[in-house]
């Protein structure tokens, strides 16, 4: 997997979501490089290696093994894993995956859906995969812009896209590519079994102004974790390390910090 890095310390790793790649850390690799040896990776099939073989599948699984391979060949120790979004379902099944790669994991709104005791399987509502449909049809007939501002405004809040950044902009863009095949690879649902494997600490973080899905998917984890906290980033949405990254970056050091001593 492509990769940047900064500073020097501790290993601490970022997993970014849908659309994205290691751009989309760049707050993060600025803010806390000066304590951690920060690093960035893009994931199979997104920017800048764009032309993977057809053959090789687009798959959550296989994400999260590549985070363990990458951390085992860059031979830094196990690592502070921090992912957001989709990279934070990944970044969750790696961690219960391959715990002698990880020493702490932060969950930024992690996607994904969630299981309820006693309720049929979940999966995300027809709205919704109505939306996403609608949003890759767009995409896959050449009005990109017109399906990325749909998905975007759904993951985060309406007007979200219009206010972006244009390197935010061109970065999804980038990566338009990845979406349609993403919705052919559902996340799974988040189940208590599963969260009791995961033994390292762990942090969650959300926005005070996160969609539902987002914000129900900490709390269900909070309780289920053995070992978790969790911290609301005030004023934000679904991208709150872009959005306010100083108390993103200070959660993710002060955690750090509390677990290390």
Known sequence: MPYVEAGEGELLLFVHGSLCD???WQPQLAG????????????????????TEP?????????????????DLFGAGPAH?????????????FARRHPQYVRTLTLADPGGPLQ???RPPATLPETVNALRAKAAQLIETGEVEAGLQLFVDS????????MSTPGFRRMATDNAHTLARQFRDPLPAYVPEQAAEVRCPVLLIDGEKSPDMFRRTA????????????????????GMNLAHPAAFNRYVDEFIRSVDV
């Open 22 to 24: 290691y751009r989309y």
């Open 32 to 51: 806390l490089s000066k304590q951690y040896r920060c690093v960035t990776v893009s994931l199979t099939h997104y920017w800048p290696v764009t032309d």
């Open 55 to 71: 053959d090789q599948p687009f798959s959550w699984s296989e994400h999260a093994d590549d985070v363990a391979e990458f951390i």
């Open 81 to 93: 894993v921090v992912g957001h979004s989709r990279g934070g379902c990944v970044a969750f099944h």
């Open 116 to 118: 309820i005791a006693g």
């Open 155 to 162: 993951v985060s809040r309406p007007g979200f896209w219009a």
């Open 219 to 238: 709390t269900a984890l909070q309780t289920w974790l053995p070992d978790a906290r969790r911290e609301t980033v005030r004023g934000a949405s679904h």
